[in-house]
Antibody, heavy 122, light 107 residues
């Protein structure tokens, strides 16, 4: 069965760096892109961007350019989200989600990781 | 960037009622729209893709409709397990923006 399993909760200080992993299983990793989604406490979902798992090319939403890096370890079917110089506003749950296409035209995020909570506190 | 305006932001309803949630895109997204359900403390789950197609395992009381800039998610005969938050998301070019969400609560 298809699963996305994310790394555990993180407690970091402002200015530190965090790296979250998302390990995929049950399908061919490089056949589907991987998205990252932020959900601040009590707030809605915010699309951060996605990474083409075949080419490794990332695409970032404007609010996530600079301190955010998407990367891959294809041999391990794992995607990573790294956030550097952490700020209070980065405190959130981060989800990875598989990008699926229907008829090579319509898209959706059909499988999601369980989420990784990042707490930023001095 | 395409903006997604979702309404209502919250809804208080009783089991057995029918509800409709709407999403308006700032430009034509050619039915490239998905709906998700999220329960408290859980990951979102895909309900509808391509505006009208139910994802695998989604009960038939859910239905999606719309075209152009206007889309809706309808839930007939609400069940207790349907309470939670609902989000639309477009896929007509990046950024793949979400709507602001609708929180469905028990009356």
């Amino acid at each position: 069965q298809i699963q996305l399993v994310q790394s555990g909760p993180e407690l970091k200080k402002p200015g530190e760096t965090v790296k979250i992993s998302c390990k995929a299983s049950g399908y061919t990793f490089t056949n589907y892109g991987m998205n990252w989604v932020k959900q601040a406490p009590g707030k809605g979902l915010k699309w951060m961007g996605w990474i083409n798992t075949y080419t490794g090319e990332p695409t970032y939403a404007d609010d996530f350019k600079g301190r955010f890096v998407f990367s891959l370890e294809t041999s391990a079917s794992t995607a990573y989200l790294q956030i550097s110089n952490l700020k209070n506003e980065d405190m959130a749950t981060y989800f990875c989600a598989r990008l699926w296409d229907y008829d090579a035209y319509y898209f959706a995020m059909d499988y999601w990781g369980q989420g990784t909570s990042v707490t930023v506190s001095s | 960037d395409i903006q997604m305006t979702q309404s209502p932001a919250s809804l208080s309803v009783s089991v057995g009622e029918t509800v409709t949630i709407t999403c308006r895109a700032s430009e034509n997204i050619y039915s490239n729209l998905a709906w998700y359900q999220q329960k408290q403390g859980k990951s979102p789950q895909l309900l509808v893709y391509a505006a009208t197609n139910l994802a695998d395992g989604v009960p038939s009381r859910f239905s999606g409709s719309g075209s152009g800039t206007q889309y809706s998610l309808k839930i007939n005969s609400l069940q207790s397990e349907d309470f939670g938050s609902y989000y639309c998301q477009h896929f007509w070019g990046t950024p793949y923006t979400f709507g602001g969400g609708t929180k469905l609560e028990i009356k």
